[in-house]
């Protein structure tokens, strides 16, 4: 018998990998299973085949081979009776389902589920408290249907999959909760467009929904196939047409936004290091303030509950105490700062990222960022601190070094950039992710535009303030939001998705992916670039 609490079946990772679980072959059931591990399945909604197809709700569920009195049909449309495969026939008429149907899906909601006692799916009706009806047409109690689900999750041994290690049902069911959002996160997605080809073996592995990973097609191919089925199309912002939310609109087909997570991996994405993290997006991007998206939703509505921003303090600590950052450690010296005079950070960014189009408050590039904070702290030193993928030679930028000492004092080349950030006496940003790490580790920040941590109460803000903003979040609410609900992750050593805590902990580890014939030539291509800017430079004085 399976275990009641088991893995999707991942494709491309070994189940014995994969596996939380595995059953007890001599039948008998380990420790008790308390409340408090039956309300958190309820919560989750994991156990049985919970990644399974969803199809349209009905009003009965029958499992075949189970008679069902006429008179508890009464009423109901065949179209609205499914029928869950089993070992006999049954007299009832009615839609026959998949038989690797998601369970909570179907079960919430019905009338009645007629099955046995110890028919999976009648575990989870009661928990859920439907009424189950036996083969002698009489309802279960759903106290023992609860000691049903109890034994079942007694007669498994439990192991993190991410290290091997032993471990308990509670945990088991953390790791399948996250997978569970995960999962859910990817319904629907008919289709995928703008996804670099070196990204693509990650986004199929990201967008997975249980079933199927889409198919990479061109923006327009992926319009007409999303269409045709009925369903979204997932979408690398700027890798397709401009015109692309306009089309999506006219064809009446949702937009995914897929984009680099906030810890995606210890290489530039430029650099063509596969992202260890992504968000994906229904309603915007977190980095377009000029309209709603999922990330900002939830930092404006959600709960917060105490165990999840207990979870986020943790995770916080251990982000800072082993150094992490987006894209890994720096290896150059520390910058010799001044003693007795208020040092400030600048963060340069990319000229033409999107982040800075759409959340950069009117800001002109770095030039004009500069300027800017000079203005904003006309007696301080300033360092300035260009952006890893403009130093690179990868993207665009560039400030020459007599530009940036017209506003800053000094210009660095690569110190510890975490160390920095803690040296200083303040941090200013466009919109770029170093705010929130600088936020992370406890520092002051000042924002000149309107990145995803503005407007909460925990940033000095220059920029006019965003109407949708405002709520007063606690720095771990804003953790929370961040880096455990919003983005996905995946495990470099195993594939599998995983929670932030596995992924901040391979990073501290050094857990890097093999470095590929692609990325080297990456490496040099970047190198080739920023040559032949710094040469022109020269050249032109």
């Known amino acids: 018998m399976l275990p009641f609490l088991r893995s999707p079946p991942f494709p491309h990772v070994a189940p014995s990998v994969a596996a939380v679980s595995t059953a007890i072959d001599d039948g008998r059931a380990g420790a008790f299973v308390p409340d408090g591990v039956l309300d958190a399945i309820v919560e989750a909604r ?9 199809t349209a709700p009905v009003r009965l569920l029958v499992r075949m081979g189970i008679g069902v009195d006429p008179a508890a049909l009464s009423g109901v449309q065949p179209d609205q009776i499914g029928l869950l495969p089993g070992a006999g026939p049954t007299p009832t008429v009615g839609r026959i389902l998949s038989a690797d149907c998601d ?6 909601g019905v009338q009645a589920l007629h099955a046995t006692e110890q028919d999976e799916w009648a575990l989870v009706a009661g928990l859920l408290d439907v009424p189950v009806i036996g083969p002698d047409g009489k309802r279960i109690d759903p106290g023992r249907l609860r000691d049903a689900a109890r034994t079942r999750i007694a007669l498994a041994r439990y192991r993190n999959p991410f290290t091997g290690d032993p471990t308990d049902a509670a945990a088991a069911i953390l790791h399948l909760a996250d997978w569970r959002r ?9 289709a995928a467009s703008g996804m670099a080809f070196w990204k693509r073996d990650a986004v199929r592995r990201f967008l997975w929904d249980g079933r199927r990973s889409p198919p990479f097609l061109s923006a327009a191919r992926g319009l007409r ?9 997932a979408v690398w912002p700027s890798r397709v047409p401009k015109t692309m939310a306009q089309d999506a609109a ?12 906030f810890i995606r991996s210890r290489g530039l994405g430029a650099a063509l290091h596969p992202p260890g993290s992504v968000v994906v997006d229904r309603t915007g991007i977190y980095y377009n303030a000029l309209a709603e998206n999922d990330l900002e939703t939830l930092l404006a509505t959600h709960d917060f509950p105490l165990p999840l921003v207990e979870r986020a303090a943790r995770l916080r600590r251990r982000i800072c105490s082993a150094g992490v950052t987006k894209y890994g450690q720096d290896s150059g010296r520390m910058l010799a700062l001044p003693e007795g005079r208020r040092t400030v950070l600048a963060i340069g960014q990319v000229d033409d990222d999107l982040s800075v ?5 009117g800001v002109e590039g770095n030039l004009d960022f500069l300027a800017r904070v000079r203005g904003a702290e006309p007696d301080a030193w300033i360092v300035y601190r260009p952006h890893p993928d403009v130093q690179a030679g990868h993207r665009k930028g560039h400030v020459s070094d007599a530009a940036i000492l017209t506003h800053a004092d000094a210009i660095d080349g690569g110190a510890p950039l975490m160390e920095l950030v803690q040296a200083v006496d303040e941090v200013h940003v466009l919109s770029s992710l170093t705010g929130f790490e600088a936020l992370m580790r406890g520092r002051s920040v000042t924002v000149h535009g309107m990145p995803f ?20 979040l606690t720095l771990d609410q804003l953790v929370a939001a961040a880096l455990i609900l919003y983005p996905r992750y995946l495990d470099v050593l195993t594939q599998l998705p995983c929670g932030p805590e596995i992924m901040v902990e391979r990073m501290a580890n050094g857990t890097t992916p093999a470095m590929t014939s692609l990325i080297r030539l990456r490496q040099l291509q970047g190198k080739l670039r920023r040559f032949m800017t710094l040469s022109a430079e020269y050249l032109h004085g």
């Not at 995960?182 to 008919?190: K, V, W």
């Not at 196939?225 to 199309?233: D, P, S, T």
């Not at 189009?357 to 408050?361: E, K, S, Y």
Request: aromatic share 8%; charged share 30%.
């Open 250 to 261: 006219d064809r009446a087909v949702p937009l995914v936004r897929v984009e680099d997570g």
């Open 103 to 108: 369970p909570w899906a179907m079960i919430d």
């Open 182 to 190: 995960h999962l859910d996160g990817n319904r629907d997605i008919a």
């Open 453 to 472: 941590y503005a407007g909460w109460g925990l940033t000095r803000d220059l920029a006019r303030p965003c109407a949708r903003r405002g709520r007063q």
């Open 46 to 54: 994991v156990g049985g085949a919970f990644w399974g197809e969803r």
């Open 225 to 233: 196939r999303a269409q045709r089925e009925k369903g979204a199309l």
């Open 357 to 361: 189009r759409l959340g950069g408050a």
